[in-house]
Structure formats: C-alpha cells, structure tokens
C-alpha cells in the first residue's frame, strides 16, 4: 500500500497505546499487519514501526462495540476481537491474549470516554485506563475551543476567509448551481450539514452530470477532507489547491463573477397612452452641466481680489505717499527751529452732486476753501500788531 502524502506521526494527537496488528475488513480474509498507534479517538496505520507517514486511519466516533471475535480460527482465537463500526466491522489480530485485553480497554475507553467493567485488568492497567480518559476529555475540550476561535470560521464570517469558491447554498441548489455553471468550474465549497463544518461539492460529466459530496473538517493543524485518505491543508484555499493539483486540473472551482451594466437606465411612462419603456441616460446631453460649471468657474476668477493692498501697484503707491509726507515735515520747519505742524494730506474731491450742466447752481464752498482764501494784506497786518506787541512787553 502506498504511504500517505499527509500529516507526519508528530503533528498527530498523543499516542495512547501502540503495538502490531494484523487487520482484515470485509470479505478479504488475508491479514495485512501494520504497526498501529492509538492517537485521540482514531487509529492510524504504518506499513513499519519507523515510518513517518501513515497509509490508512480509522476514526472511532462510530464506534458500536468491541468485543472478542467468535470466530473459531487455529492459533489466533485468543489474540483476536473485532471493531464494529456503523459503516462496517474490523477484524484484528493481536500479538497476545493480554495485548488484545489492552486494545479492546484502551479503543473503548477513547470512543466511550468510560472504562469497561466487562475487561479482566489489573490495577495499574485501569490505572493507564483512566488517564487515558482524561487526557482525551482535556484534548477534546482544548479542540472545540481552538475550532470556535481559529480553525473553525463559521459560514457567516466574513467572506475574507473563503476561497473564492465558497458559496453558502445547501446540498440541492449546489448541484444546481454546478449544473447550470458547468462552463465555469466543477467545484464548489460550501457550508456543512454539521455545525462549524463545510463540505465540497464537485461534478463529473460520465454520460451526464454525477455529483459528489465530501465533507471538510477542521483540526488544530488546520482543515482535512474527510475521506478514506484524509487530506490535509493548514487553510480551505490550500484545501481546494491541491484538489485541483492533485487532480490535475479536472476538478476546477467555480467562480462566477457578477456582471456590471454600462449605462444607466430607468422606466418611463407614456402621457399619451401610459406605455411603460426602458429608457438609457446616455442619450441625455451632458452638454449643458459643463456649460454652467465653465461659467462658474468664470465668475469665481473675475471676482476682485479682496486684499487690494497686496498688489504690487497699491504698494508702490502707498510707499510715494508716506516720502511724499517725510519731506512735507522736513520744510516745515520754521527759521526759529521750531517745527511747525505739518499740513494734512489735501482730500479728494467728492463727485458733485450738481449736474454739471447747470452753471446756475454753483457749488457751496466749504470752511476750509473760505479759509484757504482769506486775503493776504490782512495776514501782513496781524503780523505787524504781533510784532509792536512783543515790543511793549520787553519794555
């Protein structure tokens, strides 16, 4: 038998109890013996004692009984017992009536989490029993807890995690779905029957569609397919990858991308007779949104700069004004060397508010243009009995 591309005998659970045995199932009556070792509830099966690989396994979640085969045989009728399972009976042959008495205790123990008050054992033998017991009753705890939190993702979760032929449908409408994408893919992950589990479904073409289901569990090392040779991938992707290498790419996932229209389109009613049509955007002209947001943008440039004096000709302007104020003081001054105070900037003239074209209204001067205008020979004669004054007072 070929050896198992798989898991190595350390990523398996705590062995319980290992040794030869010679296995028959079925109607094939020729034994074929392997070095077995009891690992969490299953028993996995190496051609020798030092392979690392397994080539066949037997998950004990089935279990019915174990009992001694009945089954007179010369030789092997006190070192022999027999699995029954719900998918069919094992026979096997130990090397010695004692050792048989363990592999029937410890098998029952696993499956049943209870030692059996049916086994002739010693002490130190129920013992090994029930410490057996409890190291599978902590690994199974330690195990749900691992599926809820890492292993596990339930279907619901975030579509992240899935390959990208996940689909949740149930059994039914993924053959269905298989079926009417056949072009597309073959393959399919979806959720399983089971709680925080999935299975796979594919599609043959043999002279019409035969479809298959198989169901995917997950471990602590990761995901496994559960079949007669288990195969094992840390994630589902890696799962459906080597189902399609191993394969050879006959088995191909479905991936059925959505299809995005190009043109927007709505329903409109007829006025006249109440037609119902589908109609596109795209023979509306966008002409005239451009137009109006090109005269907006118009009239955002010809809107005047609020902050005038940061131009270059207000500033050059303001800079002649403050010279044109320092040499104005400077002449100022007097012959006594006192500085006179400096004449205020002459104001712009207001616009008139007469028309220009009525000389008969001449416009009103103000106080300052009267005293702008008084006469001269009145100013020398003020002068004049300001200087006889300051006399009299020397004097």
């Excluded at 209870?114 to 033998?125: A, E, F, K, T």
């Excluded at 994630?235 to 191993?246: A, G, K, M, S």
């Excluded at 795209?282 to 010809?302: H, I, M, S, V």
Aim: charged letters at 25%; proline letters at 7%.
């Amino acid at each position: 038998m070929a050896k198992r591309i798989g898991r190595k005998r350390a990523q398996l659970p705590d062995c319980y109890y290992e040794g030869y045995l010679e296995k028959t199932w079925g109607k094939d009556l020729t034994p074929q013996k392997f070095w077995a070792c009891l690992c969490g509830n299953s028993l996995f099966f190496f051609n020798e004692k030092r392979d690392i690989d397994y080539v066949d396994k037997l998950v004990l979640t089935e279990l019915i009984s174990v009992a001694d085969d009945g089954t007179p045989v010369s030789n092997t009728h006190s070192t022999r017992f027999v699995v029954h399972m719900k998918s069919g009976s094992y026979r096997f042959t130990a090397s010695n009536s004692e050792a048989r008495e363990l592999w029937k205790g410890f098998i029952h123990s696993v499956a049943e989490l209870s030692v059996p008050s049916s086994l002739i054992l010693l002490p130190g033998q129920i013992h090994m029993l029930e410490c057996t017991i409890q190291k599978e009753v902590e690994r199974l705890a330690s195990l749900t807890s691992t599926d809820v939190t890492d292993h596990a993702p339930s279907p619901t979760s975030s579509q992240s995690d899935m390959p990208a032929c996940f689909y949740e449908v149930p059994r039914l409408e993924a053959e269905l779905l298989l079926e009417r994408e056949a072009n597309r893919g073959n393959l399919l992950l979806r959720p399983g029957r089971i709680e925080k589990s999935f299975a796979i479904t594919t599609r043959l073409d043999l002279g019409g569609s035969v479809f298959k289901h198989y169901r995917v569990y997950s471990s602590p090392a990761g995901f496994y397919i559960d079949v007669d040779t288990p195969v094992y991938a840390d994630t589902l992707q890696e799962l459906v990858n080597i189902l399609v290498e191993r394969t050879e790419g006959h088995l191909t996932p479905l991936i059925v991308e959505g299809q995005y229209d190009k043109n927007i389109s709505f329903i409109s009613s007829d006025n006249e007779n109440g037609e119902r049509t589908q109609q596109s955007l795209q023979t509306f002209a966008l002409t005239p949104l451009t137009r109006r947001q090109d005269e907006k943008t118009r009239a955002l440039e010809a809107e005047p700069d609020p902050v005038r004096e940061e131009h270059p000709s207000f500033a050059d302007k303001k800079v002649g004004r403050e010279h044109a104020i320092r040499d104005s003081s400077a002449a100022s001054l007097s012959l006594t060397g006192h500085k006179k105070a400096p004449c205020p900037a002459p104001r712009r003239s207001l616009p008139s508010q007469t028309p220009t074209n009525n000389p008969g209204n001449p416009r009103r001067p103000s106080n300052v243009e009267a005293q702008m205008k008084f006469p001269l020979p009145a100013i020398s004669e003020l002068k004049l009995k300001l200087g006889q004054k300051l006399k009299i007072d020397l004097t």
